[in-house]
């Protein structure tokens, strides 16, 4: 085991999960089908009634776009300087 | 009588739970970011498995699973950008040594 | 084209959002860099005033309503609705966007790349206004989704320092797996019901033609508690909180503690207490319990807090704590006595405006505290408490207006935190045959009691302590910086000595979560 105890604690975690999702899946499993309205094939269906939907998704991929774009900025200085508190015993991690 | 949307739900909900280990364990943290595109990806084939039970799947669902999958993929986008950063500052993508990433 | 007033705000932010990299470019072809900013701040005061418009219009002509086009509910379109609730908390959340934004504009002036920062920050905002407004479960995960990714990139803003980028990668994880648990609880209501509307949902379950199980729907109610359990940081899901509040740049900070994480507590109360009817299904006693244990555990790690900035991310934790005690109490009221409802509903809404008070009062003191350390960490370049005692007594209207920050949260009377503990603690008193009840209201007794300690030490440790050496040069902040702290000073003021017209409005947003 290369982690140690992480590996001990991940497996508990899903032997645990793994009982959870027995005990409830079964149960999902067994709801009987609802009865639909007829709805128009997707192609019509995503435009029109999720449009709300699509809309806001295009401005979530202006988002992503100009997060990325801030993660990968160029810097024109060196920025704000702050100095943090550093526990004793733990040396920084990095820079 | 075990029908096929009941071996997808059961398929998904069995994947949501290996995603949540690898999230969980593992030390490099590509493979973090790819535990949780894992989780995305079960979600969806539980969407589309409990809405396929009339026969064809429900266009409800078939919409929902298109927006989540765009989502998910800006929401991979932005940790990735956050993993580069993280590995210019670390020289490595162990989560070892990231100082205080206490779980 | 007239855009109806339900849709303004978010199409003012998001379109502002759309057009600020392009003034950005236009005003640095002028050299005149600062056009952007002002133009940022320009659509927040837009949308707040369109917030107004339609918290009137709401007043007067009842909960409004939109849909796309023409495409009706029943087939499966996507409504925004707007009652009290959902407007009461949209006008925090533009608020203090408004006042960060107006904060951002000196504090931020020695990062690159501000374009991108203004555009973040209104879509944070933008997407947590569309999170109060959505009626729709699956639209409520479009606008979370939009919030978290813009957060996100906030806290890892200053990613030239090794702090913010780990902070912010291990709040994505946390807070994506969160967001995709609520995505599975969604998906098995869609499975159970075949809509994702809330009030079909909350009809479907309600009339009991769903054929699941109570043991199913007790696990979508867990599901839901859980993902959005971890951005309203609810121990044990609270672990990403102190790492990233204290690595984001102050102005995110403050927008991180002061309404982020009531987005979370907001959409959790609003899916819970909408789609399963408080009176039919117990989950109060687990909200009520998670928020004694959030409150206690963040209690006690606050204590060994040297860094000012964490030891604030702790003491919001503490804040969302006695928030869902609050939302518990009126959840347990009406499901433990669901056979006298003129007993347990006026409990219900005392507990449930204490909440919503309390919403308001740690959004505007937590504001002012973050604002107030940013000025701090700003001038005196560090963020240790034992090197910034006594900088209050250098910065005399920044340390003022922390101690009033500190006094109010920690419920010292006549200002606004004593109201808002005092009604959670009443609610929980109110009935004097359960004990367990009295048990919960001990315990936010003592925790309110326990915070106040902290709060006293550090405002004394701040504004009574001769100052070091190191800071003897500090000089007041910028009065760009000083306005909105004064602003958010003086509101909790006013809300301490006049909480009346506040806790209208707080009693009709509990109202209104449990169905007006």
């Known amino acids: 085991m290369k982690n140690g105890p992480e590996d001990g604690l991940a497996a508990i ?3 645990l ?5 027995f005990t409830f899946v079964s149960e999902i499993l067994h709801a ?5 309205p007829s709805r128009p094939p997707l192609e019509r269906f995503l435009w029109t009634y999720r449009g709300l939907d699509v809309l806001i998704q295009g401005f979530i991929v202006f988002a992503a776009a100009a997060a990325v774009a801030a993660l990968f900025k160029v810097e024109k200085g060196p920025g704000a300087v702050e100095e943090v508190a550093v526990e004793e015993g733990l040396e920084k991690g990095g820079d | 009588m075990v029908e096929p949307w009941q071996l997808y739900a059961a398929a998904a909900s069995a994947a949501i739970i290996i995603g949540i280990y690898g999230a969980a364990s593992k030390r490099n943290m590509l493979k973090t970011i790819l535990s949780v595109e894992i989780i995305t990806a079960s979600v969806n084939l539980n969407f589309l498995a409990l809405g396929s039970r009339g026969g064809i799947v429900d266009s409800l669902a078939q919409s929902i699973v298109v927006v989540s999958i765009a989502i998910g993929a800006c929401v991979a986008a932005v940790a990735l950008s956050i993993m580069i950063n993280v590995f210019r500052h670390y020289g490595s993508l162990d989560l070892k040594k990231l100082r205080r990433l206490r779980w | 084209m007239e855009i109806p007033l339900l849709v303004q705000p978010i199409a003012i932010l998001l379109s502002t959002a759309l057009l600020t990299p392009i003034v950005d470019v236009v005003g640095k072809k002028v050299k005149a860099e600062k056009i952007r900013d002002i133009f940022a701040i320009a659509g927040f005061g837009a949308a707040f005033y369109s917030l107004i418009s339609l918290h009137q219009a709401i007043s007067s002509a009842g909960p409004q309503k939109y849909i796309l086009g023409t495409f009706g509910v029943p087939a499966g379109g996507v409504q925004l609705t707007a009652d009290r609730l959902s407007v009461y908390m949209a006008l925090i959340f533009c608020g203090i966007g408004l006042l960060v934004a107006i904060y951002s504009v000196r504090y931020m002036e020695v990062d690159s790349g501000l374009d991108k920062y203004y555009a973040l920050l209104l879509t ?8 109060a407004f959505s009626g729709d479960f699956f639209n409520l995960y479009v606008f979370w989704e939009m919030m978290c990714i813009s957060s996100y990139t906030l806290v890892s803003f200053r990613k030239y320092r090794w702090e913010p980028v780990e902070a912010g990668f291990k709040y994505l994880v946390m807070s994506t797996i969160g967001s995709l648990l609520a995505l599975y609880a969604i998906s098995l209501l869609y499975g159970f ?10 009809a479907a379950i309600s009339s009991g033609q769903v054929s699941a199980s109570p043991l199913s729907l007790y696990f979508t109610i867990g599901m839901i508690i859980t993902g959005f359990g971890v951005t309203a940081a609810m121990v044990p899901l609270h672990t990403w909180l102190p790492d990233a509040h204290p690595a984001a740049p102050s102005s995110i900070s403050a927008m991180l503690s002061a ?9 959790m109360c609003r899916s819970l207490f909408t789609i ?6 117990d989950y109060g006693t687990v909200l009520m319990i998670f928020g004694i244990l959030t409150m206690t555990v963040a209690n006690l790690m606050a204590l060994m807090q040297r860094d000012i900035k964490r030891l604030l991310a702790y003491s919001s934790i503490v804040n969302i704590g006695y928030i869902l005690t609050g939302v518990g109490i009126g959840a347990y009221a009406l499901s433990h006595y669901s056979s006298s409802p003129k007993l347990a509903t006026p409990i219900a809404v005392f507990a449930l405006m204490g909440a919503m008070f309390h919403i308001l009062n740690h959004a505007v003191g937590k504001g002012l505290l973050f604002l107030c350390s940013g000025c701090f960490v700003h001038e005196a370049k560090t963020r240790d408490i034992p090197e910034l005692e006594g900088i209050g007594r250098k910065m005399t209207w920044t340390g003022t207006s922390f101690s009033i920050g500190l006094l109010a949260l920690a419920g010292v009377p006549p200002l606004s935190g004593f109201w808002s503990k005092l009604f959670i603690i009443l609610a929980g008193f109110s009935l004097p045959e359960d004990s367990f009840m009295k048990f919960i209201s001990i315990i936010v007794v003592l925790n309110s009691i326990f915070a106040a300690s902290y709060y006293l030490w550090l405002m004394q440790r701040i504004m ?3 100052p070091k050496p190191r800071i003897a040069n500090v000089v007041e902040a910028p009065a760009s910086m000083l306005l909105p702290i004064v602003i958010l000073a003086a509101v909790t003021v006013v809300i301490g000595i006049w909480p009346g017209a506040i806790i209208s409005l707080a009693e009709n947003a509990g109202r209104a979560l449990l169905g007006g």
């Not at chain 1, 999960?17 to 999702?21: E, G, K």
């Not at chain 3, 309404?259 to 959409?267: D, E, F, N, R």
């Not at chain 3, 399963?276 to 299904?281: E, I, L, V």
């Open chain 3, 193 to 202: 019901t075949g809509t994702v509307n809330l009030k079909e949902l909350s």
């Open chain 3, 276 to 281: 399963f009817s408080p009176a039919s299904f």
């Open chain 3, 464 to 466: 009574l302590k001769e």
């Open chain 3, 259 to 267: 309404v982020v994480i009531k987005a979370g507590v907001y959409a």
């Open chain 1, 17 to 21: 999960l793994a009982v959870v999702a």
């Open chain 1, 32 to 36: 009987t089908p609802f009865s639909l």
């Open chain 1, 13 to 15: 975690t899903v032997i």
């Open chain 3, 124 to 131: 944070l905002v933008a997407g947590m206004i569309g999170v």
